[in-house]
């Protein structure tokens, strides 16, 4: 015992007991912690094959197509495979767009491809696109001379027969034809097909595309379509598209084939009166080389005759080559018979130079061929008769040249038998008479002329002055000609500027035109002078014309012009800060809806167009206004629909978009008092009007003429404006429509934009077209992603880019809202 206790003293000893007798209980925790993590790696085994199961299953969901069963599973959610399902759902969808799109056009392509007549074309192209797109009707519009024929209409799976007419321009199907953009409806009047279209049915339709038929740039036709369906998917709407160049190509191809076909059965009925002509030929052939024996016997004799014959001739030749005048001998029928050789040399021309003669209509001036006609009418009808002419003719390179002509009618004469020309050159003589009677007209201009005339020759000596001179510096004439300008006493001003002229005159030889001040009997006159530079026939410069005009009085007026314009200037700037300190900026609608832009450009300093912003009650108010005409009428107009529409909404704040339209209407009317009998005032003014109201997410929208367009979740929505002005003198017998209210619920991130017609109708571009409505609605849809900044920029540079160097037509206003 003693030695236990003793060995034990130490307390390594302890140590090595304790953990001697600690081991039993480690194993014993040891094997319970590896029993606990079996059971958990077991659980989470199980939940793992659970997980391999499910994804499985779902890959063979995937591989079946049946994934819309399962995209509403929340344990789905949570895996990959649900995002890859849903991807692939997605492009499943498109790919079956696109294949639908594919097979209807390859079906198209075949209905194209069976059928050469245009009628039959037109109706079974229509049938097979109505059965294939889900239309419920349909009208084929052939584009000819300048209208739209219908060529086929089909409606409720028969065929309907309608003999219908379109203008451009006229109804709907008249504007897309002008506009040769296709247009998607879903708002349709009751009688629209009826009246419009001339489509009968049990079931109106709800939604309606027109479709333009295109070959390149040039219009064949128009497809309109009516469909059950509220609205149509987009791949429809891209499908129509699609049709507009396929359709139209044929359509053209046909018109094409139409001709050719009337060409070669015109070419076959030639190529057999040819046939007939052909044995007529022959036979006429054979007679002629009978002819010809006869001729060659006739010859034989002749030719001992031609040798005298040639050396008279030759004698003529050179007789006729020589003349200072040519002769010409014309038959009855005003055919050229004869004419002398000596033509080329008188007229200019090189012995080179075919076909040459003296009264060639192509080389005749237009007077000059009417006075050879008439001479000929003249000579024809007066046998032995003579007569003279004067006429102008062209040399070869491009001078006028002066002829005199003497014809006699020697029809009757068995040696002539014709009318004979005796022509010579005459312009030397014309133009000396012509100076001559320039010097005499000149002569007589300066010397009644108000105007101070002075010709000075290089050495400041005054060879000439008229007699407006001496009423100018109160000298006389004899005392002013052939006296050196130095020696002349006269106001200092003219003489230095007399020698400045000189000077810069003999360097240049160019006129030079200047305003100065100079003293005369009446005081002090402002003159102003021309300094023309005379040159002899040598070019050398020989005198200075100074022609000096009194313009004291047009200068009081032009000052008192520019007096009257500043103050209209200033008056119509006035206007303009009134005006612009009372409209709504973007920064003051922005206060409301942060992310909105307002694109506004006037034609002029004041404009007729105006954005209108109001708050009442909580709901807000917002308009763009476009008044008839721009600048200061346009401005007045706005003045009276800005007043109005405030006072309207300040009075009864319950009345709904078309009710405030209403409203105003009336109001402008009233103010403007087209109401009155002998009133004839057309004036008014066109716009869209939103009342928004933020609690019930809600858009009262109404528009005289002007639409709204919503843009959400990248698709484009139109609501048309209604088609009635405000203002405007009223149809007695006809009673008015009332305004449409489109009551819209709104979506958090949709986007609103009202507009004038100053952007869609501003001239520019390559062809200086109009900008036209339609490349607003694709620059919103084509960029739906935008923000309001965006936008705003777009607009800007879009439109001046349009514009160019083009004027600006109308006062521009855009607004665009996202709510």
């Known amino acids: 015992m003693n030695a236990i206790v003793q060995i034990h003293s130490s307390l390594l000893v302890w140590f090595v007991d304790a953990l001697v007798l600690s081991i039993p209980f480690i194993l014993i925790l040891v094997l319970g912690y590896n029993k606990e993590i079996r059971k958990r790696y077991s ?42 399902a849903r991807d692939l759902d997605k492009t499943k969808r498109k790919e079956d767009e696109q294949k639908w799109v594919t097979e209807g ?30 239309a419920s009707l349909g009208s084929f519009y052939i584009f000819r001379d300048g209208k739209l024929f219908n060529n086929a209409t089909y409606a409720y799976s028969r065929q309907r027969f309608e003999n219908q007419e379109v203008s451009i321009g006229k109804g709907l199907v008249g504007q897309v034809a002008f506009e040769k953009a296709m247009v998607y409806r879903t708002e349709i009047p009751d009688d629209y097909f009826i009246i419009k279209s001339g489509l009968i049915g049990d079931q109106k339709p709800k939604s309606l595309i027109i479709l333009p038929l295109m070959q390149e740039e040039e219009l064949q036709g128009i497809i309109e379509l009516g469909f059950l369906d509220n609205s149509l998917p987009k791949y429809k709407l891209e ?55 006869d001729l060659e016997q006739s010859n034989q004799l002749l030719e001992s005759k031609i040798q005298e014959v040639e050396n008279g001739q030759k004698r003529l030749v050179a007789l006729l080559t020589n003349a200072s005048e040519f002769i010409s001998i014309y038959d009855e029928n005003q055919r050229l018979v004869f004419e002398s050789p000596s033509v080329k040399r008188i007229l200019g021309y090189s012995d080179e130079d075919e076909g040459i003669s003296g009264m060639d209509p192509d080389l005749l001036t237009p007077k000059g061929y009417k006075t050879i006609n008439n001479l000929f009418k003249y000579l024809k009808a007066t046998p032995g008769g003579e007569s003279t002419a004067q006429y102008a003719y062209l040399r070869k390179n491009g001078e006028k040249l002066f002829l005199e002509t003497k014809g006699k009618n020697l029809l009757h004469d068995p040696a002539i038998r014709g009318i004979i020309f005796n022509t010579q050159d005459i312009t030397e003589r014309i133009r000396a008479e012509k100076e001559e009677r320039m010097k005499s007209r000149m002569q007589s201009l300066s010397e009644n002329s108000p105007d101070m005339i002075i010709r000075i020759n290089t050495t400041g000596k005054v060879v000439y002055a008229n007699p407006a001179v001496a009423q100018f510096i109160g000298l006389s004439i004899g005392k002013i000609v052939r006296k050196r300008m130095n020696d ?33 009997d009446e005081g002090t006159r402002v003159m102003g002078i021309k300094a023309i530079p005379e040159f002899n026939d040598e070019k050398d410069l020989e005198s200075i014309l100074f022609v000096a005009h009194d313009m004291t009085e047009l ?108 409203e105003l209407h009336q109001g402008v009317r009233h103010t403007l008092k087209q109401n009155e009998e002998g009133n004839n005032g057309r004036d008014g003014m066109d716009l869209a009007l939103c009342k928004i109201d933020k609690e019930n997410r809600t858009i009262q929208f109404a528009g005289a003429h002007n639409p709204l367009y919503l843009l959400r979740n990248g698709e484009l929505i139109e609501y048309k404006g209604s088609r009635k002005g405000i203002g405007g003198k009223p149809l007695l017998k006809k009673k008015e429509k009332e305004f449409d209210n489109h009551i819209i619920e709104y979506q958090e991130g949709d986007k609103v934009f009202i507009f004038s017609d100053g952007l869609p109708d501003q001239l520019g571009g390559e062809k200086r077209k109009k900008y036209q409505t339609r490349r607003i609605r694709e620059a919103l849809t084509e960029n739906a992603d935008h ?19 083009e004027k600006q037509v109308d006062d521009v206003l855009l607004i665009g809202i996202e709510l």
Not at 47 to 65: A, H, M, P, S, Y
Not at 491 to 513: H, N, S, W, Y
Not at 638 to 659: H, K, P, R
């Open 555 to 662: 200068k009081k007026i032009e000052q008192e012009i520019k007096e009257k314009n500043k103050k209209i200037s200033d008056s119509i700037n006035y206007a303009q800060r009134i005006q612009t300190s009372i409209l709504p900026d973007t920064a003051f609608i922005q206060r409301y809806f942060p992310r909105s832009f307002m694109f506004y450009r006037p034609k002029d300093v004041v404009s007729g167009d105006f954005p209108w912003f109001a708050e009442k009650d909580g709901k807000q108010y917002i308009a763009a206004v476009d008044c008839t005409g721009h600048g200061v009428p346009g401005a007045l107009l706005s003045f009276i629909g800005y007043f109005l529409l405030n006072n309207i909404v300040n009075i009864d704040e319950g009345l709904n978009a078309a009710e405030i339209l209403e």
């Open 239 to 293: 499908f129509a598209e699609e049709l507009s160049s396929i359709i139209g190509r044929t359509i053209y191809a046909q018109k094409i084939n139409y001709k050719t076909e009337r060409l070669l059965e015109e070419s076959q009925k030639m190529t057999l009166t040819l046939q007939k002509n052909e044995e007529t030929l022959k036979e006429n052939a054979k007679e002629m080389m009978i002819a010809q024996e």
């Open 488 to 520: 002349i006493a006269i106001d200092p001003r003219f003489l230095e500027f007399v020698e400045t002229v000189l000077t810069k005159i003999k360097a240049t030889r160019q006129q030079i035109i200047d305003e100065i001040e100079m003293e005369a």
């Open 105 to 134: 056009k390859e079906l198209l392509n075949d209905i194209l491809r069976t059928h050469r007549n245009i009628d039959k074309l037109s109706i079974e192209t229509l049938k097979g696109i109505i059965n294939y797109t889900g």
């Open 43 to 84: 659980k989470e085994n199980s939940l793992l094959k659970q997980e391999i199961k499910t994804n499985l299953d779902f890959i063979d969901v995937i591989r079946n197509g049946k994934i819309q069963n399962y995209m509403d599973n929340s344990q789905l959610k949570s895996s990959p495979l649900y995002l890859l």
């Open 787 to 805: 923000t309001m900044s965006h936008y705003s920029r777009h607009f800007s540079e879009e439109f001046y880019s349009w514009k160019g160097e």
